[in-house]
């Protein structure tokens, strides 16, 4: 107990008998060194990038995507395992050129920031459209695999745009659920390859359905899924009034079901989907209309982030026996699509046993599913069907990185007893509140750790008691709490972790944090050739009590972190969240959402070119939402400054000057501002109403010369 006998070797001072246990300064009680799980014991070591990729387990959830690089910065491999190493891309490097003023050659735009990464978008559908064409291929299957991506996961114009481009050589289609989602499915394919599936998912009214099948007359390979039976009527009437011939599937309710969080939509008793009985009525009623050719698409869903290749195989072999019936009863069956369910590894456990990471590859995954149903159609010699999936989180994922800095950080020093101190606070103790304190004197110098910290909870409560009743001063309240934690600290009980401020909203930016516990990789972006000396929460900007960040992945209450320096920024990344946190961030507080900017690797003196930067939302943005008026609330407050003033010339030139100031105010974002961005013109971006651009065709070239690069930026309004 060498943080006790320091107190006890101070029994030397001239205190009162009981007194001299605590009469050391507080500088003279260690607390306990702060472990950092993760990585090896390097204590006395040279830490290295190499030792925080290991701590921040940034090679399991980040391969091969991101790497600690030689600089201690995280780095984007675009391109997956075949990137080459000048074509990472330095997340700080991006900050850098985005939060820079533009007199700086930077873009002047606020944090937090959403990064995209087309690149990687790419990747992910090469790679899996390479995982379906190599089991298919390898397992001698007779038909393809035509993909489709949810438009619910990320519904951004340009990811939406970018994965319609990106998978038109392979027929990547649109999945929709919704009447706006299928406005902007049928837009963006009208661009894409006429193979590509749009499927229309969800529960559907006449005028969705109308809207599907005028997508069908605009030759767009339409298929309309009936979610409910009722709705196999409007589909029917409605195709007849529009002389369109559907294609028609069904969503089926499998007995396959997973015990996750994710699973919860799937088995008899899921929110989608028809029974065996209700998708037999279906087949008998389109017989009836002469419509049972229609019925071409069989779809299930057994929940996200399905864990292990056995559920997965379990699930499909059951929906391909499902299918063999529909041909059987004389269906012109030929597409299964498997809905969603393809998991990513958010922590990097590889564990099938976890909901958020997932015991397989890709090429593992697309395996499992061809070979299930391969063997039920050989079985039953059914024609193999031609194989669609929704995976929507493992496609976008990956591409989208949320950076946001830490503003300051809580400290738990109490200020330092001298023997001074301790002696004036104790001669103020009422008779039986300094009873108290010889106990805890007494059971410190005998080495009773926890009778120790029950006197020091016993002094500590009744000198609040003291307090409430008016017979204790603040001072000596004070050096009661000063007295408690040095305690704790020497036995070795003081919670090591501190509270980091970030300039965030977890509720618009990660709301699937605090609406269902999920987990994301939260590390620093840079410094890691530094090792982190100390552990910490985060808590965000709202007014909340909910609005921190507690857990983070590996099952920790608390992240490793650097100590923040005097004015240096100090910025953290939030990874494999391009699926869902931006559609489901609302505006809690009236925080709205973070700037965007769009990165693609270039061969350029930086290895990368923003080719669109937009601001985030303004504070007048984010009122208009909520049906407030910016610009009559900005009239409103210039009448009542000039009320206030009484209209005196003199102060002429003070009223345009706070005139500004409000309007200013209603044109930047909420967050917190940099004295850099503060510097900047940000009043030249109104909202979301304009952007910064290069050619996306031509920034390659434009890159050749770090004066070129900064020449090739201009300002549009959208």
Known sequence: MPAMACCVDAAAANFPPGHAAFAASDASILGPTVPLSGATNVEGSHWSPSLSAALYRVDGWGGPYFAVNASGNISVRPYGTATM?????????????????????????????????????????????????????????????????????????????DIVRFGSPFRFGLEAGSKPELLLAMSCLCKGNPESLLVCNGFKDAEYISLALVAKKLALNTVIVLEQEEELDLVIDLSKKLCVRPVIGVRAKLRTKHSGHFGSTSGEKGKFGLTTTQILRVVRKLDQVDMLDCLQL???????????????????????????????????????DIGGGLGIDYDGSKSSESDISVGYSLEEYASAVVQAIQFVCDRRSVKHPVICSESGRAIVSHHSVLIFEAVSASTYQSPALSQFDLQYFVDGLPDEV?????????????????????????????????FKEGSLGMEQLAAVDGLCDMVSKAIGTADPVRTYHVNLSVFTSIPDFWGIGQLFPIVPIHRHDQRPSVRGILSDLTCDSDGKIDKFIGGEASLPLHELEGNGRYYMGMFLGGAYEEALGGLHNLFGG????????????????????????????????????????????????????????????????????LARSFHNMPYLSSAAASSCSLTAINGNNGFYYCNEDDYNAAADSAAAEDEQWSYCCA
């Open 298 to 336: 069989l779809h299930f869903h057994i929940g996200s982030q399905i864990p292990s290749t056995a559920l997965l195989a379990d699930g499909v072999g059951e929906a391909a026996q499902v299918y063999c019936e529909l041909v059987r009863l004389g269906a012109h069956m030929q597409v299964i």
């Open 85 to 161: 190493a000048h074509q990472e891309i330095d997340l700080m490097k991006i900050v850098k050129k985005v939060s820079d003023p533009k007199h700086s050659g930077g873009l002047g735009l606020q944090l937090p920031l959403i990064v995209r990464l087309p690149d990687v978008l790419k990747n992910r559908l090469e790679s899996l459209q390479s995982a379906f064409e190599l089991a298919v291929g390898a397992q001698g299957y007779k038909a393809h695999y035509q993909g489709v991506y949810p438009v619910k996961c990320n519904q951004d114009r340009f990811v939406v745009e």
């Open 434 to 466: 300094r009873a108290d304190y010889g106990n805890l004197s007494a059971a410190a110098i005998k080495g009773e750790h926890e009778t120790c910290l029950l006197y020091a909870d016993q002094l500590k409560q009744r000198c609040v008691d003291q």
């Open 594 to 661: 973070p700037s965007v900017v769009r990165v693609s690797q270039s061969d350029g003196p930086h290895s990368f070119a923003v080719t669109r930067a937009v601001q985030g939302p303004s504070c007048g943005d984010v009122l208009r939402v909520m049906q407030h008026e910016p610009e009559l609330m900005f009239e409103t407050l210039k009448h009542r400054a000039e009320e206030c003033d009484g209209g005196r010339s003199s102060s002429m030139a003070s009223n345009a000057a706070l005139a500004s100031s």
